[in-house]
């Protein structure tokens, strides 16, 4: 594991939260449920998780700036740090009893993301990285996987939900077009656990558009640290402002951004 100062504060600002999502989750059926809207559904849970790591990091760390998802963007003094939170993530997953949910917490330092960890309280998996530092595993180093051919590859991707049915079309194409072409794919429900299997290369690679800024900020610079790339679906280099990814080894990144490519549908002919 990393030992440094700040990922000391960043792993006992999860490990506190995660007590009380483990808890909540060993209790499910008691939880007060309110609707953000239609099939996205946010517990008491998750605002309890985002409070406590508010507080622990603003008292190790003041003056740093927060985006969160529940409570938004917190200014601080220092314009240079932001702490970019999700403090649940793969909430349908804990409402439904299946421990495959995490916290996500990145670390932007002016403009870059330097540090990410990704903490499931029900299994105590916990995965870190930190720029220049390499990712764990717990106490295992990540590499990402060597596979070369998508053909062999197992993708992992995530489903738009029924609130954004805008996306589902686009979505249907962009797998139908994976599917014949990869060796499988795999949709698990929590982006930040997704991301985190790619870089210790149990997923050869991973998309999925929709996303905010906290799915995505922790398992892009554990990736990179892991020695895979990580764009936007569309190849941009910023997938933290473009609410997509796409992630793998340099040959599965390539191989599925041309597929997410060839699958939009051709432009109309123009008439002259």
């Not at 917190?74 to 995490?102: A, Q, Y």
């Not at 994976?178 to 870089?199: F, Q």
């Amino acid at each position: 594991m990393i030992r440094s100062a700040l990922m000391t504060v960043m792993t006992a600002a999860a490990i506190k939260a995660g007590r009380g999502l483990k808890r909540d989750f060993g209790e499910v059926e008691n939880l007060q449920v309110s609707v953000k809207g239609p099939g996205d559904f946010v517990s008491a849970a998750d605002k309890k998780a985002e409070k406590v790591i508010f507080e622990e990091l603003s008292r190790a760390r003041p003056g740093y700036g927060f985006l969160m998802e529940e409570s938004g963007e917190v200014e601080g003094s220092d314009k240079s740090h932001t702490w970019i939170i999700d403090p649940l993530d793969g909430t349908t997953n804990f409402l439904h009893g299946l421990p495959l949910f995490s916290i996500s917490i990145g670390l932007v330092r002016e403009g870059q993301i330097v540090a990410g960890l990704v903490y499931n309280p029900a299994t105590e998996d916990m995965y870190v990285a930190e720029k220049g530092q390499g990712a764990y595993h717990n106490n295992r180093r990540l590499r990402v996987a060597a596979r070369r051919d998508v053909s062999e590859a197992l993708i992992g991707c995530g489903v738009p939900h029924i609130g954004k049915s805008a996306e589902h079309a686009r979505f249907i194409e962009e797998f139908s077009t994976v599917m014949r072409a990869a060796g499988a794919i795999r949709r698990l429900g929590s982006a930040a656990l997704d991301l985190c299997h790619v870089a210790e290369g149990s997923y050869d690679g991973f998309w999925e558009r929709g996303l905010k800024a906290w799915d995505v900020a922790a398992g892009i610079v554990m990736i990179r640290e892991a020695g895979g790339f990580v764009t936007d679906a569309d190849g941009a280099a910023d997938p933290l402002s473009t609410c997509s990814v796409c992630a793998g080894n340099d040959s599965i990144h390539r191989a599925l951004l041309a597929l997410l490519k060839k699958s939009r549908p051709a432009a109309p002919a123009r008439q002259d």
